[in-house]
């Protein structure tokens, strides 16, 4: 199968990645990685995807020698991963390395394209500092609404109020693992771990607390190990808090400890996209959903009349994210969550009929929902 994506080579390399080169230290706050998607949109490297979209989101990766401290069983970043940090990939798309300084003059050049900014910070000793520098780089230049990833270990009260402070509109927080004892399966108790769910929640509740209703979001992987009576309890959980649960599905990163492990059916992974859509925007009452011993989703009690409506609409199935200033999509991140020569498992745009008809299929509506 062709690829979507298909980058070349820079437009310019002398100003971006062999530069980069000839510098001894490219790390954060001078240089920062971006995602493939971001810098075609910036124009900073050519290619095309194979299904043209309008895409504004820019995603910005703090850049480290050492890269992140720490050691996540299914990230491309993690430390005990083998190969040097430079060749390491985060959520499966390369992330070039740019001069922050000529970054913020693309997104300045080009602003009136894009819908939301965002950088991801990770777990290192200096990622506050340098994301206060690059948020004012940002903030001073573009008025486009930013986000941050935060990385909770480098974060306490303050220095969340002072993200505020400088004009930053959302904070996201990668939880990704929806229980306990996933996290601490799969983040904490690791060669180089230690991340703490307790820490997490802390800079959940706290940026809620600081930013208000709809400002914070989570990020909820599929695939870790969970069920999905724990995915589903935990959308029902930020719904009532008014934080966002944004959607993501497990991708092995070869030679990540998870590299081996497979993909969450997509089957499982339709349903819980459509069910999640249904309690978010139809105010599906939790018992309407039937669980196994296991925990296995195995029933919905909605008409099929009206889960076909919903299905119709689309929206159920495209890439969750923060919104642009208009409440439209705002970071779609294509390829995060499935390869290039996959089949989507997020679309950055809104499924056309033979992209329905496809997942309609997947769903296997018999025997899940009334007839
Ligand atoms: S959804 Fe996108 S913009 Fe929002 S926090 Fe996550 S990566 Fe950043």
């Not at 401290?69 to 990939?89: H, I, M, N, V």
């Amino acid at each position: 199968m062709a690829s979507h994506y298909q980058p070349v080579k820079l437009l310019d390399s002398k100003m971006v990645l062999d530069r980069a080169a000839r510098v001894e230290k490219q790390v954060s706050p001078d240089y920062v990685r971006i995602s493939g998607a971001s810098a075609l949109a910036l124009r900073l490297m050519p290619g095309r995807f194979a299904r043209p979209f309008d895409f504004g989101g820019i995603n910005i990766l703090l850049n480290y020698e050492q890269g992140c401290f720490s050691d996540c069983a299914y990230c491309g970043l993690a430390r005990t991963r083998p190969g040097a940090y430079e060749e390491k990939s985060f959520i499966r798309v390369e992330w070039p390395l740019v001069e922050t300084d000529l970054l913020v003059e693309r997104m300045a050049r080009y602003e009136d394209k894009l819908t939301r900014l965002c950088i991801s910070m990770v777990t290192h000793g200096h990622a506050y500092r340098d994301t206060v520098d690059i948020t004012r780089r940002i903030v001073s230049r573009v008025k486009t609404p930013l986000s941050i990833l935060v990385a909770p270990p480098t974060l306490n009260y303050q220095r969340l109020k002072t993200f505020k402070e400088l004009g930053v509109d959302m904070i996201g927080v990668g939880l990704d693992a929806v229980t306990e004892s996933v996290f601490e399966q799969r983040r904490t108790n690791v060669p180089q771990g230690g991340l703490k769910w307790k820490n997490y929640w802390d800079v959940i509740h706290w940026s809620r607390e600081i930013f208000g209703p709809w400002k914070v979001n989570c990020h909820t992987l599929v695939g870790l190990g969970e069920s999905d009576l724990d995915l589903i309890d935990m959308f029902y959980y930020l719904k009532e808090r008014e934080i966002f649960a944004y959607l993501f599905c497990f991708n092995p990163e070869p030679d990540s400890r998870m590299g081996n492990e497979p993909k969450p059916h997509l089957t499982r992974w339709r349903r819980i996209q459509l069910v999640k859509w249904l309690i978010e925007e139809r105010d599906l009452p939790r018992e309407k959903l039937e669980f196994d011993a296991e925990g296995n989703l195995v029933y919905l009690k909605w008409p099929r009349q009206k889960v076909q409506e919903a299905i119709a609409l689309g929206v159920a199935f495209m890439t969750n994210g923060c919104p642009g200033e208009h409440g439209e999509p705002g970071c779609t991140r294509p390829y995060g969550s499935y390869r290039p020569s996959e089949p989507y498992r997020d679309y950055p745009f809104l499924p056309d009929p033979e992209d329905l008809r496809q997942i309609t299929e997947q769903l296997q509506l018999d025997g899940f929902v009334d007839n």
